[in-house]
């Protein structure tokens, strides 16, 4: 919401707003535009001078506010329905899916960039090279990251179904949000809805070895969705690089592991759809970088990495894993995955995290007991989470000071160090350690 307080502020757009907690960097940011609200809810400000009311999830069906707005009979909107209201006369490229999301838009996003492509965006993560996470123009094309999660209090349908673009990524189906999609059907009906509302002759690039989704697009009702399955970029890895093989030509990369050749090949079908040479496609991924928090490297010696990723869902989890187990066959991996969602910390939920953390020689799980007050769920006992990743001498720590503990005691020779979250493992300066040894 902060990105697009200042993407309006920047369009000439008068902009006020509200919310009870503020932290860095939107505070930062916020206060950089002169935009920083007080701390509160001020239903009195509400009136009907305001052109908009733009609701995110962040607000609860009874904040006062947006009572206020409903009662005034002002135009309210949630923020995925303004985006789409703002992209309506636009070519939209949306890219959706469990996983992947945010570094496929990135990549499409750094493509056209490099190739002087004009358009706007919306994606989930800073990315180096752009200053806000979402850009608001006259452009004529706008890429969207797709999210399945719920818009607003006041628009309970998922984000994606709003935007109806007429070229989609479908990175795979993994079920996750079990707070709002409660089985597995519920969760893949998302997706299907998703498609059967695209536009007439709208295109779709489905990653093709999954298996689930391949029978959602076997199953559409109508026959006009040019549908494509995708696999991943064929490449050669020559000392922990991956190239790509086109016209006897190689593109080194940055960035690595399985999942990215995958995402990889979305984005080149997807731009050459809108008239990019892969030529040029490809020289440009040259030079991307990821996203952040995904596989950020947070600090590297000939001996030693340390990374940070968003993996939090089971299916991101054992795809980060993979990659790194793959990229450094030869080095000690340590693994350690903060359970900080709703679905993460969900013990009917848990259990779906058998195995993922197989393939590390040292495995961690971090839960902080005031994240599962803040979201109202009991407490967890760490003998089942043990039992439910299927590892027997899996580490659980409940405490920053258990965690740091044993941070300050990994020996790093020959070691990478992976994080994995979308929380902060509450607070915990990682950055800090991995240049410093400090917190």
């Not at 960039?113 to 200053?131: I, Q, T």
């Not at 189906?173 to 536009?199: G, M, S």
């Not at 995955?337 to 393939?359: G, Q």
Request: net charge negative.
């Amino acid at each position: 919401m902060h990105n697009l307080t200042i993407a309006l502020h920047l369009e000439g757009h008068q902009v006020t707003g509200s919310d009870d907690e503020i932290y860095n960097p939107a505070k930062e940011k916020l206060e950089k535009y002169g935009l920083l609200p007080v701390a509160g809810w001020y239903p009195e400000k509400l009136n009907e001078s305001l052109d908009l009311v733009i609701v995110g999830m962040h607000a609860k069906k009874d904040n006062t506010e947006l009572a206020a707005a409903l009662g005034l009979k002002l135009k309210v909107m949630s923020y995925p329905e303004f985006i789409a209201y703002h992209a309506k006369n636009k070519k939209r490229i949306v890219v959706a899916g469990s996983h992947g999301k945010t570094t496929t838009t990135s990549m499409i996003m750094h493509v056209l960039k490099e190739n002087k492509v004009d358009y706007d965006y919306l994606v989930g993560a800073p990315l180096e090279g752009f200053h806000l996470m979402i850009r608001l123009s006259d452009a004529p094309v706008m890429v969207i990251e797709g999210d399945e999660y719920l818009s607003a209090p006041n628009d309970p349908i998922p984000k994606i179904w709003h935007y109806k673009p007429h070229l989609s990524i479908i990175t795979g189906i993994a079920w996750d949000h079990i707070n709002v999609f409660p089985t597995y059907q519920e969760y893949t009906d998302v997706f299907k809805r998703y498609l059967e509302e695209l536009p007439s002759q709208a295109s779709v690039y489905y990653y093709k070895h999954d298996l689930d989704l391949y029978k959602i697009v076997q199953s559409l009702s109508r026959t006009d969705l040019q549908s494509h399955a995708y696999e991943a970029y064929p490449a050669k890895i020559i000392n922990n690089v991956a190239f790509l093989e086109f016209e006897n030509q190689s593109y080194g990369l940055q960035v690595f592991g399985a999942h990215n050749l995958e995402n990889i090949q979305a984005c080149v079908q997807v731009c050459k759809q809108i008239g990019l040479k892969e030529v040029h496609i490809l020289q440009a991924l040259t030079s991307f970088k990821g996203a952040a928090k995904r596989m950020q490297l947070l600090h590297s010696t000939e001996n030693q990495k340390i990374f940070l990723d968003f993996a939090h869902a089971p299916s991101k989890a054992r795809a980060t894993l993979k990659a790194v187990r793959e990229q450094y066959p030869e080095s000690k991996l340590i693994a350690i995955l903060e359970l900080h969602t709703f679905s993460s910390l969900n013990k009917d939920f848990i259990p779906l995290y058998a195995h993922v953390m197989d393939v590390a020689d040292q495995s961690v799980v971090f839960f902080n007991k005031h994240t599962l007050e803040n979201k109202g769920m009991p407490d967890l006992n760490p003998e089942y989470i043990k039992s439910s990743f299927k590892r027997n001498d899996l580490m659980v720590f409940r405490e920053n000071t258990d965690l740091e503990q044993f941070l300050l005691k990994i020996n790093r020779e020959h070691t990478v160090i992976l994080f994995m979250s979308s929380g902060t493992f509450n607070g915990l300066n990682i950055k800090s350690w991995a240049t410093e040894n400090l917190f």
